[in-house]
């Protein structure tokens, strides 16, 4: 059982930063892929960005490419996502998930982020 917490979001004007985080609980975080997904308003959910266990390899979604960047320290069972320029079509709901073999298992319950223009 992993149990996640996502925390970092906030109210950001257009062009700003903010860092999320995603905490992990237990002590087989290093052997999960992580990913970071968004829940806009009205819309389903959407992948943004994975990173593998050991951090070597990443994906994103072209839409935050050049942008966002994840990162994971699996000494402190931590992965984060800095997002840099954010724009108004970023606000959503961001959830960080767990998972093995390309299926997510364990969701944490989102942190909000709002851009505004």
């Known amino acids: 059982q992993v149990q996640l917490v996502e925390s970092g979001g906030g109210l950001v004007q257009a062009g700003g930063s903010l860092r999320l985080s995603c905490a992990a609980s237990?002590?087989?975080?290093?052997?999960?892929?992580m990913g970071w997904f968004r829940r806009a308003p009205g819309k389903s959910r959407e992948f943004v960005v994975q990173i593998s266990t050991s951090g070597e390899s990443t994906s994103y979604a072209n839409s935050v490419k050049g942008r966002f960047t994840i990162s994971r320290d699996n000494a402190k069972n931590t992965v984060y996502l800095q997002m840099n320029s954010l724009q108004p079509d970023d606000t959503a709901v961001y959830y960080c998930a767990a998972g093995r073999n390309g299926h997510y298992i364990y969701w944490g319950q989102g942190t909000q982020v709002t851009v505004s223009s």
């Open positions: 237990g002590r087989t975080f290093s052997s999960y892929a």
